[in-house]
């Protein structure tokens, strides 16, 4: 079965410091990944997506991708008391007759204190 | 958020009621998805249509029926519910069914008693 692990925290960080959230994947034949942001009692909102090795910078916001350890990580910086949330990592599937859809991890939950 | 909407975005419901959800989308995307989110368990994509036609059904009870009239409009039909399925329903929409970016509504709370 094809899985998507996170660490699900919490993961708290003071104001203005880095936020790393990490995610790894089982499907070595995935090609899209992304994050979203899931705030309490509400729905996932894309944050960003990447396709290439490498980073890719958003504002605040850094994906980053390595498909040989299969792991894709994102960075948030200046980190601030509204980026409270869960962050959910997905990885799309390429087998199949599902190819193309998403598996989400579990989330990790990220909290910022003032 | 707007872009794609959902009602209710609250309901309960008894075992042996019949409740639809809807789903609407104003982005002109092609595919539409049905996931289920429960507390402490990741997202669980239930259905799929691409152009109208269902393309995935991951094994989901035959007691939860979807229904895709056009491209835009997604429903899905419940009927003798059990307490377990008592979770928050989200659709989705991209612009194909594939690697395209996927856009959620605010998703309807269910709760069977």
């Known amino acids: 079965q094809k899985e998507v692990e996170q660490n699900s925290g919490p993961l708290s960080v003071p104001e203005g410091a880095i936020a790393s959230l990490n995610c790894t994947y089982s499907?070595?034949?995935?090609?899209?990944f992304f994050w979203y942001r899931q705030y309490s009692g509400k729905s996932p909102e894309l944050i960003m997506f990447i396709y290439s090795n490498g980073d890719k910078e958003d504002g605040r916001f850094t994906a980053q991708l390595n498909k040989a350890s299969q792991y894709v990580s994102l960075l948030i910086r200046d980190s601030q008391p509204s980026d409270s949330a869960t962050y959910l990592c997905?990885?799309?599937?390429?087998?199949?007759?599902?190819?193309?859809?998403?598996?989400f991890g579990k989330g990790t939950k990220l909290s910022v204190k003032p | 958020e707007t872009g794609v909407t959902q009602t209710p975005r609250h309901l309960v419901m008894g075992m042996t009621n019949k409740k639809s959800l809807k789903c609407e989308q104003h982005?002109?995307?092609?595919?539409m998805y049905w996931y289920k989110q429960s507390a402490k368990k990741p997202l669980e994509l239930m259905f799929v249509?691409?152009?109208?036609?269902?393309?995935e059904n991951n094994s989901v009870p035959s007691r939860f029926s979807p229904e895709c009239p056009n491209s835009s409009h997604l429903f899905l039909h419940l009927h003798t519910l059990q307490p377990e399925d008592s979770a928050l329903y989200l659709c989705?929409?991209?612009?194909?069914?594939?690697?395209?970016?996927?856009?959620f509504g605010p998703g309807t709370r269910l709760t069977v008693l």
């Open positions: 249509y691409n152009f109208k036609e269902q393309t």
């Open positions: 997905a990885v799309s599937v390429n087998y199949g007759g599902s190819q193309g859809n998403l598996i």
């Open positions: 499907d070595r034949g995935s090609q899209s």
């Open positions: 989705a929409s991209s612009q194909d069914q594939g690697t395209d970016t996927q856009y």
């Open positions: 982005l002109g995307h092609n595919a």
